[in-house]
């Protein structure tokens, strides 16, 4: 269902993001992103002129996962940028090489790539990027036995709303860590 209808408005700008995972042939696995940012109006930047609808970010980032979530490899890719110096800063993506994808991701991004030492638009991509990747990788992890606390809890419980520990879905999965009354609705 869309959003509702808002009153007399006009568009000034439109970001686009879109993430594909594959898996390869020798095992590992690609998460592809791009971010492509447009105004509705021509923009001057860097002394150059945009007309309207043309990209001022058109910026990619490929991540080379193994089945842990660890990154082998990173690929970034400018291809349009509001100023020249903008594709210079692929090469510092290189530094999440080695990293696993886990929680605290966003942090570990924004510690090696924040500020000058990368481009806030690549390391913004990077973020969402983690759970496109484990979207991608689902059917792998659905195939390992779940992952206990030192209790012997499932780590999913109460990561998110819907593994909320008094859920429909924790009772059904996990009957002896349900906390909610009979039914879900009480």
């Known amino acids: 269902m869309p959003l509702p209808d808002s009153p007399h408005r006009t568009e000034l700008h439109l970001r686009r993001i879109e993430m594909r995972g594959f898996r390869r042939d020798d095992g590992l696995y690609e998460i592809d992103g791009r971010v492509v940012d447009t105004k509705n109006t021509a923009v001057k930047l860097d002394g150059r002129e945009r007309a309207a609808g043309d990209a001022i970010h058109d910026m990619w980032v490929r991540l080379v996962v193994d089945e842990h979530l660890v990154v082998r490899d990173v690929v970034a890719v400018t291809d349009a940028s509001p100023y020249a110096a903008c594709p210079e800063a692929v090469t510092a993506m290189r530094v999440i090489v080695g990293e696993r994808i886990r929680a605290g ?49 499932p780590v999913k419980i109460d990561s998110c709303y819907a593994y909320a520990s008094q859920r429909e879905i924790v009772k059904l999965r996990w009957p002896q860590h349900y906390t909610g009354g009979a039914r879900e609705s009480d």
């Open 105 to 153: 991701w966003s942090m570990i991004v924004k510690e090696k790539l924040g500020g000058a030492a990368g481009c806030t638009h690549l390391m913004e991509l990077l973020i969402p990027m983690a759970t496109a990747a484990y979207q991608s990788l689902s059917g792998v992890r659905l195939a390992r036995p779940d992952m206990l606390d030192r209790d012997g809890r």
